[in-house]
Nanobody, 120 residues
Framework: QVQLVESGGGLVQAGESLRLSCAAS????????TDWYRQAPGKERELLAA???????SYADSVKGRFTISRDSAKSTVYLFMNNLTPEDTAVYSC??????????????WGQGTQVTVSV
């Protein structure tokens, strides 16, 4: 089992940047992939970025070149660097972990989410 805690959200002006953190605890060595999602009011949840335990990153086209996902394995933390924010980035941002419970089973864990609000 693992627990995920997001932090770093807040209220910023358009054009500013934020770094979100997703800190994992528990059996963190069994996490093989971590994702960042966001969901704005009235919209579906959107996958933004993913990073594997080996450090391979991937991005949705909507944020590629502007957001960067990274990990600090020593701190069991995955980061999302969000640059040049716009009001359309306003959403609740959540992290998600793919967890290898056994050789034949994976499980999914979610953080509680952190609010990002971008004003004009």
């Amino acid at each position: 089992q693992v627990q995920l805690v997001e932090s770093g959200g807040g209220l910023v002006q358009a054009g500013e940047s934020l770094r979100l953190s997703c800190a994992a605890s528990g059996n963190v060595v069994n996490i093989y992939n971590t994702d960042w999602y966001r969901q704005a009011p009235g919209k579906e949840r959107e996958l933004l970025a993913a990073i594997t335990s080996g450090g391979t990153a991937s991005y949705a086209d909507s944020v590629k070149g502007r957001f960067t996902i990274s990990r600090d394995s020593a701190k069991s933390t995955v980061y999302l660097f969000m640059n040049n924010l716009t009001p359309e980035d306003t959403a609740v941002y959540s992290c998600h972990a793919d967890y290898r419970h056994s050789d034949t089973e994976i499980r999914n864990f979610w953080g509680q989410g952190t609010q990002v609000t971008v004003s004009v």
